[in-house]
């Protein structure tokens, strides 16, 4: 299976859904996905790794779909702590499926040789970035994070924040409507993240998270299917 590549352009907001255990991807139906979202994201690292380092596909029955492969490092919120050389293997196990490839800026220097291949198979990769506790200097940060992953290859840089107030909304909403020289996806986590990624999709965000299931991925995130509703609703006004 190797699914559609999505095209990433801003201001045409695309909501990817997310599962936040084995049990929610296992009984998401592919009718069910497609109303809720336009790409899947399949967090690698919340799913038996083991399994899939072996063959094992539990992804399979999303196939038309496109399939954003994701092996989260655990400084930036994923699970099991998986090592640099177990993150690589599983997202290359993913690679005959893999629509789109996440990989941290973080983990940009020790993913040279996945990004090789990636680049032999025309496949492309999101930069990402996670402040999980709302840091005064991320904001500020952000402009220069977008230029780092621009100059690493990446075809869009993704940036989730806690925000703590309504100032904080307001520049991660600002920032999102200045864009970036790559699209750009930016988005709140906590009790703002709600109200930021409508907000972020309205402005430009080019990947919009949500989760399908029983568990979100990220604090705050809205289900997939009531995100691609108000953002639906909302993109334009
Ligand atoms: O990087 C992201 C964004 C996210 O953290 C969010 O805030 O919705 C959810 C994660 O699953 C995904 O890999």
């Known amino acids: 299976m190797s699914s559609q590549r999505p095209v990433l352009k801003p201001y045409q907001p695309l909501v990817v859904g997310s599962f936040g255990n ?10 069910e996905a497609r109303v809720a979202c336009d790409l899947i994201e399949i967090r690698l690292d919340l799913l038996d790794v083991e399994d899939i380092l072996t063959g094992s596909r539990p992804w ?3 196939e038309g779909l496109p399939l954003l492969f994701t092996a989260r490092r655990g400084d930036e919120g994923g ?8 993150r690589l293997e599983l997202l290359r196990a993913s690679l005959p499926d893999a629509a789109i490839i996440d990989i941290e800026l973080a983990s940009v220097d020790v993913s040279g040789s996945l990004k090789e291949e990636l680049r032999e198979q025309g496949l492309s990769w999101v930069a990402s970035w996670h402040d999980f506790e709302g840091r005064d200097d991320s904001f500020g940060r952000i402009p220069e994070l977008a230029a780092e992953a621009a100059k690493a290859g990446a075809s869009c840089f993704k940036a989730a924040v806690r925000l703590h107030d309504l100032e904080g909304l307001k520049k991660l909403v600002a920032l999102q409507k200045a864009g970036a020289e790559i699209p750009l996806a930016l988005m709140g986590m906590g009790p703002l993240a709600p109200a930021s990624r409508v907000l972020c999709a309205q402005h430009g965000g080019v990947l919009n998270y949500g989760y399908i299931g029983n568990a979100p991925t ?5 289900s997939a299917r009531l995100l691609k509703e108000a953002i639906a609703d909302s993109v334009g006004i």
């Open 218 to 222: 990220a604090p705050g995130q809205w």
């Open 60 to 62: 399979v029955h999303l």
């Open 79 to 86: 699970a099991g702590d998986l090592d640099a050389g177990k």
């Open 22 to 31: 084995a049990e929610s991807l296992a009984a998401a139906s592919i009718a």
